[in-house]
T-cell receptor
Framework: GAVVSQHPSWVICKSGTSVKIECRSLDFQATTMFWYRQFPKQSLMLMATSNEGSKATYEQGVEKDKFLINHASLTLSTLTVTSAHPEDSSFYIC????????????FGEGSRLTVL | KNEVEQSPQNLTAQEGEFITINCSYSVGISALHWLQQHPGGGIVSLFMLSSGKKKHGRLIATINIQEKHSSLHITASHPRDSAVYICAVSGQFYFGTGTSLTVIP
């Protein structure tokens, strides 16, 4: 099946620094990628939808200047958490759909961010 | 009221039992997804449905578009089925809060 790889799987950083998380589709071209956030014992919260070559669409309440999303190619989207603070600590997950746009979702392994 | 409601929130079953998880939604959808999330966090897409029924191994998913309802069934449950099962709908994406399943040997 299709594979989506996320990196890093976990990261610890100091407050005020920026952290970049990568999401790659390894064996298919992903026109659309999604970024989610998940707090402990809660379900996924969609943060934004990114389409290759265009600006991401952010969900209500998600700060686009805080969570920078870039989808520069059909196989790579990045999420940068800028000036991270402890409240940004969370589990971040990406998913992708293929160019055939069947709508099936393929998920990355997730990235656990801890901001000290 | 959430756009996607799942029940039950938590479920404990004995190994071998037949399990049903329900999902109701209140919005128009292009498809409904059943996802499985293991304790490590990784998520696997189990099914994508727009009508009828799909089966994969011991897992069966059904959807009734008129009633805006879907069910995920697990036959002959096994401890390795222990996970959080999430119902999601697309068109506009909405996620259920998940059902935490524990299967006891």
């Amino acid at each position: 099946g299709a594979v989506v790889s996320q990196h890093p799987s976990w990261v610890i950083c100091k407050s005020g620094t920026s952290v970049k998380i990568e999401c790659r589709s390894l064996d298919f071209q992903a026109t659309t990628m999604f970024w989610y956030r998940q707090f402990p014992k809660q379900s996924l919260m969609l943060m934004a939808t990114s389409n290759e070559g265009s600006k991401a669409t952010y969900e209500q309440g998600v700060e686009k200047d805080k969570f920078l999303i870039n989808h520069a190619s059909l196989t790579l989207s990045t999420l940068t958490v800028t000036s991270a603070h402890p409240e940004d600590s969370s589990f971040y997950i990406c998913s992708a759909t293929d160019t055939l746009n069947t709508g099936e979702l393929f998920f990355g392994e997730g990235s656990r961010l801890t901001v000290l | 009221k959430n756009e996607v409601e799942q029940s039950p929130q938590n479920l404990t079953a004995q190994e071998g039992e037949f399990i049903t998880i329900n999902c109701s939604y209140s919005v128009g959808i292009s498809a409904l997804h059943w996802l499985q999330q293991h304790p490590g966090g990784g998520i696997v897409s189990l099914f994508m449905l727009s009508s009828g029924k799909k089966k994969h191994g011991r897992l069966i998913a059904t959807i009734n578009i008129q009633e805006k309802h879907s069910s995920l069934h697990i036959t002959a449950s096994h401890p390795r089925d222990s996970a959080v099962y999430i119902c999601a709908v697309s068109g506009q994406f909405y996620f259920g809060t998940g059902t935490s399943l524990t299967v006891i040997p």
